[in-house]
């Protein structure tokens, strides 16, 4: 009887100690509840904050601040035209600049990023990667705002990742998703021995770091897979790499930091020049030098000047 009610009572502990460790805001978020947050209008709530105003869940406003929620990417802010404010934006809607390899060829910046989806909006596709509380100390007690991960990628030969900080969890992933467009890279894909099909590995060895965390890809034959941890998993695949070995040294359980070294090695199978890539190229003039009549006959907002 006694063995009975001691292993009786060791459950009952168990199960306490179970309801006590469960937390509301440690649930499992899929894609679709992410692409909800980020379609809703913002609201007030999700972590608590500490002693100050600005962190935590306020009664009394209701959801929102009286818009309602549906006011996402798919309001009336995205039905408007696209007004380019750069010249290589003029460029890309006028149709002078065709692809994004040329972009890329003559290292022109990207500083919209509607010049992406233009280009690559119908294969593009993102994935929050993790969504974090930070906080601030201040006078009036603790600020806390949530920090967003995005990868971006089209399985095709592109990828990019974009951090973003807000007071708002959707805010900080529409952010996050328009930085993830503009740092959206190339990546060389190789072989591992013989040229034989398509291209399915990193061309060579490759390294990125940040902070503590060291990434490196190496490349590996046809059918092995991608051997890695699910974070780069995910940055390979996206990236349209199919076989591919790695290693990792450092803090790899800060995620930031590792999706970030992962990036940066991916980045780098462009940096790095194969004896193939060594034969001399004609200079050809850069579409700013090609265009530059265009460029002069259009005003920045995209209309073109009436000649008198």
Known sequence: WRRWWC?????????????????????????????????????????????????????GRGRGRGRGRGRGRGGKEDSKEWVPVTKLGRLVKDGKI???????????????????????????????????????????????????????????????????????????????????????????????????GRPH??????SGKCGSVLVRLIPAPRGTGIVSAPVPKKLLQMAGIDDCYTTTR????????????????????????TPDLWKDLPLNKTPYQQYADFLEKTSKTGQRIIEL
């Open 7 to 59: 292993h009786r009572r060791r459950r009952r502990r168990r199960r306490c100690r179970r309801r006590r460790t469960a937390r509301p805001n440690d649930r499992l978020y899929t894609d679709n509840t992410y692409q909800k947050m980020a379609d809703a209008a913002p609201a007030r709530g999700g972590f608590r904050g500490g002693f100050g105003s600005r962190g935590g869940a306020r009664g």
């Open 98 to 196: 065709t692809t994004l390899e040329e972009i890329y060829l003559y290292s022109l910046p990207i500083k919209e990023f509607e010049i992406i989806d233009v280009f690559l909006s119908r294969s593009l596709k993102d994935e929050v990667l993790k969504i974090m509380p930070v906080q601030k100390q201040t006078r009036a007690g603790q600020r806390t705002r949530f920090k967003a991960f995005v990868a971006i990628g089209d399985s095709n030969g592109h990828i990019g990742l974009g951090v973003k900080c807000s007071k708002e969890v959707a805010t900080a992933i529409r952010g996050a998703i328009i930085l993830a467009k503009l740092s959206v890279v190339p990546v060389r894909r190789g072989y591992w021995g013989n040229k034989i």
């Open 201 to 206: 590995t990193v061309p060579c060895k490759v």
């Open 250 to 273: 450092g803090s790899t359980t800060t995620l930031g930091n590792f999706a970030k070294a992962t990036y940066a090695a991916i980045a780098k199978t462009y940096a790095f020049l």
